[in-house]
């Protein structure tokens, strides 16, 4: 095993660990349980991991979760009906619930 990734949060890495499972790449996370400890242990110690099953997949397991860390944009574009503004790839507001343009 081989750790691949570790998270700011546990839902990172959950999405994080969904998406290598998609592609086929059997991984785990560990510290699922360690935000409690936090102050106990130094921060950095109970992260959210990700390990992959098998070490051949490492490498790929890396550059995909690379390229999706790559992917993040800030753009914001407004909404149409009531102005607020949305990360642009939103397809409806999160405000009012309407579709927003391409």
Known sequence: MQRVHTAASLIDAQLAADL???????????????????????FINAQPEIWVADDAQAAR??????????THCDDERNCPHCKEPNPAHFLTCWHCGSALPD
């Open 61 to 70: 397991a890396r550059e995909i979760l690379a390229g999706v860390a790559d």
């Open 20 to 42: 290598l499972t998609s592609l086929g790449i059997p991984n785990h996370i560990f510290n699922v349980n360690a935000a409690g400890a936090i102050g106990e242990v130094p």
